[in-house]
């Protein structure tokens, strides 16, 4: 995945294939000013959606109390839901929330790629599996 404000990991021997983007949500604000004096639900440190949900809140002017840091969406929401604070959730993680968690779609995005070894591209296995990757995208509710 690539999020925005984290820029993209590069692997000299890996190439990708873009697959879709999807946008980011945030539970029960309708902005990340908004959550301010909020605590926050992220995942783990050290991982693309922690440093995401991080560098947004500084983009919007301040340092997130992180009260819980949980590395499954179902488990962010069913936090949020408890009111154990808000988080930015990918759409295809928030497909069916729980009915006390309002999403507010921001203008962030999460990006999803193939990924294969380099010089490979062209070989009919991985052509085949991009190729079912790319079908399989667009049946997605994007």
Known sequence: ???DFVPPVTDASIETE???TEPIYLTDRASIPDARDDSWIMSKPGTLCHTMAIRACQAAGFEPRVRHHIDDFDTVLAFAAAGQGV???PRLAALSPPDEVALTRLPLS???HAAFRRG???HPAVRAA???F???????PL
């Open 87 to 89: 988080a930015l959730v």
């Open 130 to 132: 991009v190729a079912a």
């Open 120 to 122: 490979y591209g062209d």
């Open 134 to 140: 790319h079908t399989a995208a667009t049946h997605l």
């Open 18 to 20: 873009p697959l879709f």
């Open 1 to 3: 995945h690539e999020y």
């Open 110 to 112: 999460r990006r999803t």
